[in-house]
């Protein structure tokens, strides 16, 4: 079965903190495609877990919490991603770093993944896209057009994230932030569901030795060579 195909999907899989969010926000605003942050989608069931004060190792009781949640995503004028849970925005909440741990838990539940998975095909569907995650390239759009891994060192991640906590005004120790990394790393690649790795037709890209620019451009021409455009 042939379905015509009509918009451009890039899927940019890889670990946390390896720069995703913002090199492929701003490839696709070069591009002039959409781009769909997965990870605030995973938030936002997380954050919905951790206010009503649920286990969120507790794949049953995640999973009766799901028919409750209506995510939508929105654009603001400003082009960036808001994520609402039953019309409420949580775009701010979803980044506290409770948050970020109950992401990297329930997102391990196969009924919250199957939960989203429809959501991501159908805005792959509707236009063209740039999506960041960990399972696009594997799981949600094994069909993409391009697939890139991006990755860095679990040093080098840490080392960014604790000049980034610096420039924010909240310091955290070099070291806890390593550990934190390491630790996510681990549950995302080692969960059955979906984990996290390289589809075989993807370009892996390692920056740990590039700028943020670097990464771009490099993202840019892959993506550009791939399309033809
Ligand atoms: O990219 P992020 O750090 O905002 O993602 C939050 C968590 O959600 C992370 O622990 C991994 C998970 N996630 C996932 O399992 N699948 C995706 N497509 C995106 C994120």
């Known amino acids: ?23 492929a926000r701003n490839a696709a605003k070069e591009l002039g495609f959409l781009y769909v942050d997965t990870g605030a989608i995973y938030r936002s069931v997380a954050y919905s877990v951790w206010q009503k004060g649920i286990d969120p190792k507790n ?20 082009g960036l991603q808001r994520m ?16 970020s741990l109950y992401a990297s838990q329930v997102s391990a539940i196969p009924a919250v ?3 989203l998975l429809e959501m991501q095909r159908d805005m792959a569907a509707k236009d063209n896209v740039i999506m960041d995650g960990r399972d696009i390239g ?3 759009l094994p069909g993409a057009d391009v697939k890139i891994f991006l990755t860095a060192s679990a ?17 955290q120790d070099y070291g806890v932030i390593l550990v934190e990394i390491e630790e996510r790393d681990y549950n995302d690649s080692h969960r059955e569901t979906a984990p996290l790795k390289c589809a075989e037709d993807a370009v892996k890209l390692d920056t740990s030795s590039l700028s943020f620019e670097e990464s ?6 892959i993506i550009k060579e791939r399309l033809h455009l």
């Open 216 to 221: 771009k451009e490099k993202v840019l021409q």
């Open 138 to 140: 594997t799981v949600v």
């Open 1 to 23: 079965m042939s379905e015509e195909k009509k918009f451009f999907a890039v899927a940019l899989d890889g670990p946390s903190g390896a720069g995703k969010s913002t090199i």
């Open 84 to 99: 609402y849970v039953n019309g409420a925005d949580v775009t701010a909440e979803i980044r506290l770093p409770e948050v």
């Open 113 to 115: 993944r199957a939960f």
């Open 155 to 171: 040093e080098e991640r840490a080392k960014r994230r604790y000049r980034d906590l610096r420039e924010q005004g909240t310091p």
């Open 59 to 78: 794949p049953e009781a995640v999973a009766a919490l799901l028919p409750e949640l209506v995510i939508t995503i929105g654009y603001g004028e400003d």
